[in-house]
T-cell receptor, first 117, second 114 residues
Framework: EADIYQTPRYLVIGTGKKITLECSQT?????MYWYQQDPGMELHLIHY???????EKGDLSSESTVSRIRTEHFPLTLESARPSHTSQYLC????????????????FGQGTRLTVV | KNQVEQSPQSLIILEGKNCTLQ??????????LRWYKQDTGRGPVSLTI?????NTKSNGRYTATLDADTKQSSLHITASQLSDSASYIC?????????????FGRGTQLTVWP
């Protein structure tokens, strides 16, 4: 069982609101990721982090921002939610570091289903 | 362009039957290929990880194969159970960057009927 947690599991919020999706892992992993997934579609990387104070944008353009102040915590923030942000957001982590990093297993959280009305 | 294609898109089988899911990829340089199981409304859970030198790997009733020459993989499920109903996602990692970027297929939605 992976020790990576996302809250909330479900969120319905009005347009224009600021929201933060929480992600925490207790495995001491250096690498953390945020993915966006629409029904029946593949996961798209929107943000990732190599470690504390390291954040990078992923492949899919996103209006969200992330921070990595602590190893175990990687929150994602939307300053002003819009209906186009409606999606499932998945957080993941992997051990990272060295050549073995390429074969590190990625552990996923349960996801946050966001609906903006 | 790095891509991962899966087939079929969806599959319905009866409980106790076997099935095989397919994955073709164009990711280069290749690092490893993973199969994940994703239950509805939950995050993906890893089933197998195979590197370039591995042809087959099993995890209980799940057996994955890899042909790195033809860039194809398959996931074989034996004696299916109702709990196998889920989306099965093929994921390929590259080694062309420090990140070890993951490329995801759209998944095969498997439904097992009693």
């Amino acid at each position: 069982e992976a020790d990576i947690y996302q809250t909330p599991r479900y969120l319905v919020i009005g347009t224009g609101k600021k929201i933060t999706l929480e992600c925490s892992q207790t495995m001491g992993h250096d690498k953390m990721y945020w993915y966006q997934q629409d029904p029946g579609m593949e996961l798209h990387l929107i943000h990732y982090s190599y470690g504390v104070n390291s954040t990078e944008k992923g492949d899919l353009s996103s209006e969200s921002t992330v921070s990595r102040i602590r190893t175990e915590h990687f929150p994602l923030t939307l300053e002003s939610a819009r209906p186009s942000h409606t999606s499932q957001y998945l957080c993941a982590s992997s051990r990272g570091g060295g050549q073995g990093a390429f074969n590190d297993e990625a552990f996923f959280g349960q996801g946050t289903r966001l609906t903006v009305v | 362009k790095n891509q991962v294609e899966q087939s079929p898109q969806s599959l319905i089988i009866l409980e106790g039957k076997n099935c095989t899911l397919q994955c073709n990829y164009t990711v280069s340089p290749f690092s490893n290929l993973r199969w994940y199981k994703q239950d509805t409304g939950r995050g993906p859970v890893s089933l197998t990880i195979m590197t370039f030198s591995e042809n087959t790997k099993s995890n209980g009733r799940y057996t994955a194969t890899l042909d790195a020459d033809t860039k194809q993989s398959s996931l074989h499920i034996t004696a299916s159970q109702l709990s196998d109903s889920a989306s099965y996602i093929c994921v390929v990692a590259d080694r062309g960057s420090t990140l070890g970027r993951l490329y995801f297929g759209r998944g095969t939605q498997l439904t097992v009927w009693p």
